[in-house]
């Protein structure tokens, strides 16, 4: 497979579309990112990682149909492609590759 660089927060975001599935769209990538890592996370950079992920073909979108709650507007949903999924895989792959070299060793309290 052709090398696809993923930053760190894009592989996040990456992650939470993959487990959003249809549902994933901007505030629901946010909330459940901040509610799993628990820590603040900007929806611009978010909408940025998105637009990145798009460009490398690692999700594609649709857009949803027009809601009053959300004064007209429509939420763009996000799905994760076939690219993006073996490029998740080859990262898990790597990064438990190298997990698993780590020594058995222990640190004293």
């Known amino acids: 497979m052709k090398h696809h660089s993923l930053g760190e927060f894009e592989e996040l975001v990456l992650l939470m579309v993959a487990a959003l599935h249809d549902e ?9 990112l901040e509610l799993k890592s ?3 996370v900007n929806i611009s950079a978010i909408h940025v990682a998105l637009k990145r992920l798009e460009e490398k073909a690692f999700v594609k979108s649709r857009f949803g149909g027009i ?3 959300r ?7 996000y799905v994760i492609t076939a690219l993006g ?16 070299q780590i020594p058995k060793i222990s640190f004293s309290r």
């Open 71 to 77: 004064g007209g507007r429509r939420k763009k949903f």
């Open 85 to 100: 999924k073996r490029v998740l895989d080859n990262q898990y792959e790597l990064r438990t590759s190298i997990y698993n």
């Open 67 to 69: 809601t009053e709650d």
């Open 38 to 40: 628990s820590k603040t």
């Open 24 to 32: 994933a769209y901007g505030v629901s990538i946010h909330e459940n």
